[in-house]
């Protein structure tokens, strides 16, 4: 019989696991899909009691060094934040939703607790991603921002349009930012681009891909952009022409770039998938597979039910 497979449990249900390498002694940031953060060592272990700095689930979020910026939305209430935290202490508590309830006014406005800086926002953000020393994101019918780490803005753009895509329904929706070595590209719901530049954000281009469907997610890695549709097919593009195209049963929950064998680790509908150039490797899981995530001692998968294993795609 083979070695049992090591699992750890997590303290919560994880919408996202955040490395640190930026941190000592902080392994990672474990992102529960409640708001609840918690920062936990290389064993996977809590470091201490985990915390809601924002009574609402977080939207997106990323890591810029030792500092955490995320967005926090409560779709009932039409209530948002953007905030960012410093990581090197531990996480603070913050109000009830109540208290959020009863502060309408905007000077009344309630912020996650133990922010270094944080905004109220007047429309959805679509997307959140680090650029360089700052970050870019996008908010519904307002445009495209660029921020440095302090929470200043940099630059603003329009909202991104893709005329030739007009008669297509939602496709001036953006779902997706991806931060190249050259541009930023901001992809819409129906396979637009648009390419914008890194120093102020001015237009570089535009163009569109075929697509069947409906499109969710884009990672972008030098010349390859991999593009997963809301049913689950993938699109591997290399140089702009398309590459290889998979199957897969449902939603995929994120994506992993393998830059050692140029492959792509997918967290798929209860399976673990793996995109190579010349193969296409599916295991089937008991639960929802939320996140691949790498650490010394091997790749972990981590599932909707809190639980985190060591993955059978390296096996």
Partial sequence: MGEERKTKQLPFKVLKILLTPEIEDVFAIAVGIDGQLCRLDEEWNPIEEFACPFPAPIEHVIMIDDL??????????????????????????????????????????????????????????????????????????????????????????????????????????????????????????????????????TLIGTGSFVLDGSLDKVKAIDSNRLLVMKDGHIYWYREGKLFCEASTSGPIQSVMYNEKLNSWYLAGWREELELMENDFRRYENQEVVVQHVQSPDGLWVITNDGMMAHSILTE
Wanted: one cysteine or more.
């Fill in 68 to 201: 955490l910026v995320a967005t926090w939305i409560d779709r009932e209430l039409l209530v948002a934040r953007m905030g960012a935290i410093r990581c090197t202490e531990p996480f603070q508590n913050g109000a009830e939703r109540g208290d959020v309830r009863k502060a309408r006014l905007i000077q009344n406005a309630i912020q996650p607790a133990g922010v270094l800086w944080s905004h109220v926002l007047d429309a959805e953000p679509l997307g959140l991603e680090r650029n360089e020393d700052g970050f870019i994101f996008i908010l519904w019918n307002r445009g495209v921002y660029s921020f440095n780490s302090n929470g200043v803005e940099q630059w603003r753009a329009p909202p991104p349009e893709w005329p030739d895509l007009k008669k297509i329904p939602m496709s001036q929706e953006s779902v997706e930012i991806c931060v190249t070595n050259s541009s930023i590209e901001i992809w819409s719901r129906a396979g637009g681009c648009c390419r914008l530049s890194k120093d102020d954000g």
